[in-house]
Nanobody, 118 residues
Framework: QVQVVESGGGLVQPGGSLRLSCEAS????????MGWYRQAPGKQRELAAR???????DYADSVKGRFAISRDGAKNTVYLQMNSLKPEDTAVYYC????????????WGRGTQVTVSS
C-alpha cells in the first residue's frame, strides 16, 4: 500500500521560512520523481518544485531562488525548504510521487496548509 504523507505546514510571517517534509512508503523511491504542488484558494493546482532520482531539480519561476527541494533516499523523504516567504505563497501544498516509467502510477498526499501573513 502506497502512502504519501506531508508535514511541516503552518503560519509564518512574510519574509520567514518553513520546511515541508513528505514521506513516501510502499514505493521504490529511487524511480519516482517527487514533486511539491500548491493550490491557492480559487486557483488551479500548480507545480512549485520537483526532483528526480538523480537529483535534478525543476522550479516554478515564482519560487526560484527562494525554495529548495531535496530528497533523502535512506528515509524515502523529500523536503521543500521555503525562504523569503510572501503572502502569495499561501496555499495548500501537496506532495506527489510520480513513477518515472508509468504515467498511471502517481500518488498524492492529502496536503499541508501554508499561510503567510502578518
Amino acid at each position: 500500500q502506497v502512502q504519501v504523507v506531508e508535514s511541516g505546514g503552518g503560519l509564518v510571517q512574510p519574509g520567514g521560512s518553513l520546511r515541508l517534509s513528505c514521506e513516501a512508503s510502499g514505493i521504490i523511491f529511487s524511480i519516482y520523481t517527487m514533486g511539491w504542488y500548491r493550490q491557492a484558494p480559487g486557483k488551479q493546482r500548480e507545480l512549485a518544485a520537483r526532483i528526480i532520482g538523480s537529483g535534478t531539480t525543476d522550479y516554478a519561476d515564482s519560487v526560484k531562488g527562494r525554495f529548495a527541494i531535496s530528497r533523502d533516499g535512506a528515509k524515502n523523504t523529500v523536503y521543500l525548504q521555503m525562504n523569503s516567504l510572501k503572502p502569495e505563497d499561501t496555499a495548500v501544498y501537496y506532495c506527489n510521487a510520480q513513477h518515472d516509467f508509468s504515467t498511471t502510477m502517481s500518488y498524492w498526499g492529502r496536503g499541508t496548509q501554508v499561510t503567510v501573513s502578518s
